[in-house]
């Protein structure tokens, strides 16, 4: 993933990917994103069924943009879409308060 985004003129405005992926865990990409000279103000927001302190706050402290929690409704997840779709991740800049996204 990482070797793609380095290798392209198309930078996304903004990657969200879960913690639990194989051969590598999103910690390990968030790292490589945040220590790439290229990619390392790419905005960043994990999607995680976890809701635990730790996963969010490791994601906070490897400067993730935003966490959110899994929804378990259809419903709820197109309403996420939807409000990360809206947001301008130009300009966004989150607070500690707006970090932790969760619908249900």
Request: hydrophobic content about 40%; proline content about 4%.
């Amino acid at each position: 993933m990482i070797q793609g985004l380095n290798h392209t003129s198309t930078i996304p405005l903004v990657i969200l990917f879960d913690l639990n992926m194989p051969i590598k865990n999103g910690f390990e990409v968030l790292k490589e994103l945040k220590g790439s000279h290229l990619l390392k103000k790419l905005p960043v927001v994990i999607f995680s069924t976890s809701d635990d302190n730790t996963s969010i706050e490791s994601s906070r402290r490897l400067v993730a943009e935003m966490y959110i929690v899994k929804p378990s409704s259809f419903t709820s997840l197109i309403n996420i879409i939807k409000f990360i779709i809206a947001i301008d991740w130009r300009t966004y800049s989150g607070s500690t308060e707006d970090f932790v996204y969760k619908v249900d």
